[in-house]
Nanobody, 124 residues
Framework: QVQLVESGGGLVQAGVSLRLSCAAS????????MGWFRQAPGKEREFVAA????????DYADSVKGRFTISRDNAKNTVYLQMNSLKPEDTAVYYC?????????????????WGQGTQVTVSS
Protein backbone atom coordinates (compact mmCIF):
# COMPACT_ATOMS: atom_id res chain seq x y z
CA GLN A 1 0.00 0.00 0.00
CA VAL A 2 0.99 3.57 -0.66
CA GLN A 3 -0.42 6.42 1.37
CA LEU A 4 -0.56 9.85 -0.23
CA VAL A 5 -1.25 13.12 1.55
CA GLU A 6 -1.67 16.37 -0.38
CA SER A 7 -1.15 19.84 1.05
CA GLY A 8 -0.73 23.41 -0.09
CA GLY A 9 -4.16 24.25 -1.42
CA GLY A 10 -6.02 27.41 -0.56
CA LEU A 11 -8.01 30.42 -1.69
CA VAL A 12 -6.04 32.76 -3.93
CA GLN A 13 -6.62 35.50 -6.45
CA ALA A 14 -6.16 35.03 -10.15
CA GLY A 15 -2.60 35.49 -11.35
CA VAL A 16 -0.81 34.30 -8.27
CA SER A 17 1.08 31.07 -7.65
CA LEU A 18 0.62 28.08 -5.40
CA ARG A 19 2.70 25.00 -4.82
CA LEU A 20 1.01 21.74 -3.96
CA SER A 21 2.87 18.94 -2.25
CA CYS A 22 2.09 15.26 -2.00
CA ALA A 23 3.91 13.20 0.61
CA ALA A 24 4.06 9.46 0.05
CA SER A 25 4.66 6.64 2.49
CA UNK A 26 4.43 2.90 2.62
CA UNK A 27 6.46 1.68 -0.32
CA UNK A 28 9.57 2.66 -2.27
CA UNK A 29 8.55 6.01 -3.71
CA UNK A 30 10.97 5.87 -6.62
CA UNK A 31 9.25 2.73 -7.96
CA UNK A 32 6.17 4.80 -8.75
CA UNK A 33 5.25 7.21 -11.48
CA MET A 34 3.17 10.03 -10.04
CA GLY A 35 0.36 12.16 -11.34
CA TRP A 36 -1.81 15.12 -10.42
CA PHE A 37 -5.49 15.23 -11.29
CA ARG A 38 -8.24 17.68 -10.47
CA GLN A 39 -11.98 17.63 -10.15
CA ALA A 40 -14.21 20.66 -10.32
CA PRO A 41 -17.80 20.58 -9.03
CA GLY A 42 -20.06 18.69 -11.42
CA LYS A 43 -17.18 17.62 -13.64
CA GLU A 44 -15.16 14.49 -14.21
CA ARG A 45 -11.76 14.11 -12.61
CA GLU A 46 -9.23 15.22 -15.20
CA PHE A 47 -5.53 14.78 -15.79
CA VAL A 48 -3.26 17.70 -14.94
CA ALA A 49 0.34 16.46 -14.97
CA ALA A 50 2.46 13.35 -14.51
CA UNK A 51 6.09 12.48 -13.91
CA UNK A 52 8.15 9.34 -14.37
CA UNK A 53 9.73 7.52 -11.47
CA UNK A 54 13.08 9.22 -11.92
CA UNK A 55 11.65 12.61 -12.77
CA UNK A 56 13.20 12.75 -16.20
CA UNK A 57 9.96 12.63 -18.15
CA UNK A 58 6.81 14.65 -17.65
CA ASP A 59 3.48 15.26 -19.32
CA TYR A 60 0.88 18.00 -18.97
CA ALA A 61 -2.66 18.70 -19.93
CA ASP A 62 -2.90 21.37 -22.63
CA SER A 63 -4.83 23.62 -20.26
CA VAL A 64 -1.88 23.93 -17.87
CA LYS A 65 1.14 23.72 -20.16
CA GLY A 66 3.49 26.61 -19.60
CA ARG A 67 1.87 27.49 -16.25
CA PHE A 68 2.21 24.35 -14.11
CA THR A 69 5.33 22.33 -13.37
CA ILE A 70 5.44 18.88 -11.81
CA SER A 71 8.55 17.73 -10.00
CA ARG A 72 9.56 15.16 -7.45
CA ASP A 73 12.15 14.67 -4.74
CA ASN A 74 12.66 10.95 -4.24
CA ALA A 75 14.83 11.55 -1.18
CA LYS A 76 11.85 13.26 0.48
CA ASN A 77 9.17 10.93 -0.98
CA THR A 78 7.35 13.97 -2.26
CA VAL A 79 5.90 15.15 -5.55
CA TYR A 80 5.11 18.80 -6.20
CA LEU A 81 2.89 20.80 -8.48
CA GLN A 82 4.00 24.38 -8.98
CA MET A 83 1.06 26.36 -10.28
CA ASN A 84 1.70 29.81 -11.73
CA SER A 85 -0.62 32.37 -13.29
CA LEU A 86 -3.63 30.73 -11.73
CA LYS A 87 -7.01 31.25 -13.35
CA PRO A 88 -10.53 30.88 -11.96
CA GLU A 89 -10.99 27.81 -14.16
CA ASP A 90 -8.21 26.11 -12.21
CA THR A 91 -10.54 25.94 -9.22
CA ALA A 92 -10.91 22.30 -8.21
CA VAL A 93 -9.94 19.65 -5.73
CA TYR A 94 -6.46 18.49 -6.66
CA TYR A 95 -5.46 14.87 -6.15
CA CYS A 96 -2.13 13.17 -6.41
CA UNK A 97 -1.91 9.57 -7.54
CA UNK A 98 0.68 6.81 -7.81
CA UNK A 99 1.14 3.94 -10.20
CA UNK A 100 3.71 1.17 -9.95
CA UNK A 101 5.40 1.94 -13.23
CA UNK A 102 8.41 3.75 -14.60
CA UNK A 103 6.82 5.96 -17.20
CA UNK A 104 4.10 8.52 -16.49
CA UNK A 105 0.44 7.80 -17.17
CA UNK A 106 -2.26 10.29 -18.11
CA UNK A 107 -5.39 8.19 -17.59
CA UNK A 108 -6.93 8.16 -14.15
CA UNK A 109 -7.76 4.45 -14.46
CA UNK A 110 -4.07 3.61 -14.70
CA UNK A 111 -3.39 4.79 -11.16
CA UNK A 112 -3.44 2.50 -8.17
CA UNK A 113 -3.33 4.88 -5.22
CA TRP A 114 -4.91 8.25 -4.53
CA GLY A 115 -4.68 10.95 -1.92
CA GLN A 116 -7.65 12.61 -0.27
CA GLY A 117 -7.30 15.82 -2.26
CA THR A 118 -6.64 19.47 -1.49
CA GLN A 119 -8.94 22.32 -2.48
CA VAL A 120 -7.67 25.10 -4.72
CA THR A 121 -9.98 28.06 -5.23
CA VAL A 122 -9.01 30.89 -7.54
CA SER A 123 -11.06 34.06 -7.37
CA SER A 124 -11.27 36.57 -10.22
Amino acid sequence: QVQLVESGGGLVQAGVSLRLSCAASGRTFSDYAMGWFRQAPGKEREFVAAISWGGGSTDYADSVKGRFTISRDNAKNTVYLQMNSLKPEDTAVYYCAAVLAGRWRSRRYDYDYWGQGTQVTVSS
